[in-house]
T-cell receptor, first 113, second 115 residues
Framework: GENVEQHPSTLSVQEGDSAVIKCTYS??????FPWYKQELGKGPQLIID?????GEKKDQRIAVTLNKTAKHFSLHITETQPEDSAVYFC????????????FGPGTRLSVLP | DTAVSQTPKYLVTQMGNDKSIKCEQN?????MYWYKQDSKKFLKIMFS???????INETVPNRFSPKSPDKAHLNLHINSLELGDSAVYFC??????????????FGPGTRLTVL
């Protein structure tokens, strides 16, 4: 089955700096890679996603890159703000039934003012 | 206007009891899920269900059972609760059952504490 690794587990950056979180996956059949942000006491919320036919996607300060050959994808947050502080999860999936919707272990991002 | 809602938000109960967590989605989605998030924040799928098929993660004890009265609801029943069941349980839903993978939308979670 799919295995998703995520690094780093914790990340502290100064406000205004960039943050990068990296994930690797094991199943070459995976074709959908979402990123979720989980704030304290809340459920995960989708912030950006990318499909296997695309190498990069950007939405304002957030971007995701995908390297299918190397089986890794990354989340880039520029001009970080204190409200970006949260736990971020990557995930990889290849089927609609969700059984192969596998999450990484999460990265706790702290943006210091 | 909450897309995926869960009740209760907090649930504290004694070991051995039976409890249920309710989930409703108003997105018109075809598929619903239950996840367990442990104390280390690791999210693991327990069930996925659409109107055709229930898929159970083989690691889930049979004390856990999902019940779907209709397409918009997927409730989680837990029998004979154990200390290790303490966790946050998330309901989620997605569109396109039978199609390519699509976005899952999560509820706010239910924090279950077993004493």
């Amino acid at each position: 089955g799919e295995n998703v690794e995520q690094h780093p587990s914790t990340l502290s950056v100064q406000e205004g700096d960039s943050a990068v979180i990296k994930c690797t996956y094991s199943d070459s059949a995976s074709n959908y890679f979402p990123w979720y942000k989980q704030e304290l006491g809340k459920g995960p919320q989708l912030i950006i996603d990318i499909r296997s036919n695309v190498g990069e996607k950007k939405d304002q300060r957030i971007a995701v890159t995908l390297n299918k050959t190397a089986k890794h994808f990354s989340l880039h947050i520029t001009e970080t703000q204190p409200e970006d502080s949260a736990v971020y999860f990557c995930a990889a999936s290849w089927d609609n039934y969700g059984q192969n919707f596998v999450f990484g272990p999460g990265t706790r991002l702290s943006v210091l003012p | 206007d909450t897309a995926v809602s869960q009740t209760p938000k907090y649930l504290v109960t004694q070991m051995g009891n039976d409890k249920s967590i309710k989930c409703e989605q108003n997105l018109g989605h075809d598929t619903m899920y239950w996840y367990k998030q442990d104390s280390k924040k690791f999210l693991k799928i327990m069930f996925s269900y659409n109107n055709k098929e229930l898929i159970i993660n083989e690691t889930v004890p049979n004390r856990f059972s999902p019940k779907s009265p209709d397409k918009a609801h997927l409730n989680l029943h837990i029998n004979s609760l154990e200390l290790g069941d303490s966790a946050v349980y998330f309901c989620a839903s997605s569109h396109l059952a039978g199609g390519p993978s699509d976005t899952q939308y999560f509820g706010p979670g239910t924090r279950l504490t077993v004493l």
